[in-house]
Structures are given as C-alpha cells and as structure tokens.
C-alpha cells in the first residue's frame, strides 16, 4: 500500500462546478498536510496548507480527518485555470520526509 | 516566487557518462532536497540536506551524490548516468521544521534524458 494515496482521475468537470478530490495517508504520525498544484511541464506550486481545523482560501477548502487519515480538497466555482494535477503531499517532520502522492488530475471543460 | 534556479533546464546524455545538476537558492533557507519524478510516482526524494556539508539519502539514492558546500547550493551527481536515470529532477527548499515554516518550494525542474 502506498503511504499516500490519490484517485489519479482525471475529473472532468464543467465549468462552475463544486469538485472534490480526497487523499489518503497511511502513516499516523503525519503531522503536516499539504496541497499543491502542479501544471503540465512545470514545478508543484503550493496550493494551501492543511489544519486541523480545516481551512479556506477562496473558492478552495481543505479538510484534515485524523481519525480517518485523509485530508480533502473543495474546489468551488471551477475555473477553466484550475486545470491541473493536485497533488497531495504529507510531512513526518521527525524524518524530514514529505510524501507525495501521484496527484489527482482536474479539467474544466467550457 | 522563491528565488531557486536550476541548470541546466534540459540535458541529453549518454549512458556511463558523469552528470552534475545544480540547484540554487537565493532565500537563505536551511533545507534544500533533490527529488525525480516519474509517471505513475509521486515526487520521489533522492537526497536531501539540513545545513552546509550535511546531507543524507533519501529512498532513491542509488546512483547519486550530492554535495553543499554553500548554503546557497545543491548539487546532485549521477556518477554514470543509466537510461533509468531519465527523469524530471526538482529542487526543493525549505526554511525551518517548525509547522509555520516547514513549506516546500520547487524549482523548475530540469530534464535529463541518458541515451
């Protein structure tokens, strides 16, 4: 099993649609959860970070579930700019490690 | 954006052949790391390091050395390049272990094909 895991997708959604992406962790001492972005050829840019609490930022909510070991990413509004590969990245800060997943592809169709 | 800079962008090599890829950081951060990545992998780390002359492997390592002798600078060797070594390499830093501060930013990458 992979210590982290993503539905590769793709998602293909119109544009103005709610869409959700999940991601699953195997390790319990995770303690940062992160989401990025990463474009066809170019590098992952951070999208957000994860807490606890959950948190927003626009149109993108993200949510940590520790008892279940995921974190979620809502993406409201979709906007043809949002196609993209999400990638989902967990931090062991103990071992210096981040975890990526494979990500998770999103297009928006007009 | 974080002030890193990769060279070279793209590289075309061939097999048994030495090859050094060179990250660069203008933002003063302790934490600097060397990943590949694949289709069908996440980001895979190779090596990576916590301050000048200190570094350690990561879990693809075989076939790579690094190197830093500045804060500013990470190199990564591939001592004979194999065709397995084909891949996009990122460079990665960050400043600190604490929560608030333990973010990666990525370099451009650079593309490396061995013949």
């Known amino acids: 099993r992979k210590e982290v895991e993503q539905d590769p997708g793709p998602f293909n959604v119109p544009e103005g649609a709610t869409v959700a992406f999940n991601c699953t962790y195997s390790?319990?001492?995770?303690?940062?959860f992160f989401w990025y972005r990463q474009d066809c050829r170019k590098e992952p840019k951070l999208l957000m970070s994860v807490y606890s609490s959950g948190n927003e930022d626009g149109r993108f909510t993200a949510q940590l579930n520790r008892a279940s070991q995921y974190i979620s990413l809502l993406i409201r509004d979709s906007k043809l700019s949002d196609s993209a590969t999400y990638l989902c990245?967990?931090?062991?800060?103990?071992?210096?490690?981040?975890?990526f997943g494979t990500g998770t592809r999103l297009k928006v169709l007009a | 954006d974080a002030g890193i800079t990769q060279s070279p962008r793209h590289k075309v090599t061939e097999t048994g052949t030495p090859v050094t890829l060179r990250c660069h950081q203008t933002?003063?951060?302790?934490?600097m790391y060397w990943y590949r990545q694949d289709p069908g992998h996440g980001l895979r780390l190779i090596h990576y390091s916590y301050g000048v002359k200190d570094t350690d492997k990561g879990e693809v390592s075989d076939g790579y050395s690094v190197s830093r002798s500045k804060t500013e600078d990470f190199l990564l060797t591939l001592e004979s390049a194999t065709s397995s070594q084909t891949s996009v390499y990122f460079c990665?830093?960050?400043?600190?272990?604490?929560?608030?501060?333990?973010?990666?930013?990525f370099g451009a990458g650079t593309r490396l094909s061995v013949l």
């Open positions: 990245v967990v931090n062991n800060r103990a071992a210096y490690k981040y975890i």
């Open positions: 990665a830093i960050s400043e600190s272990r604490t929560a608030a501060k333990n973010i990666q930013y």
């Open positions: 933002e003063n951060h302790r934490y």
């Open positions: 390790n319990s001492a995770s303690q940062s």
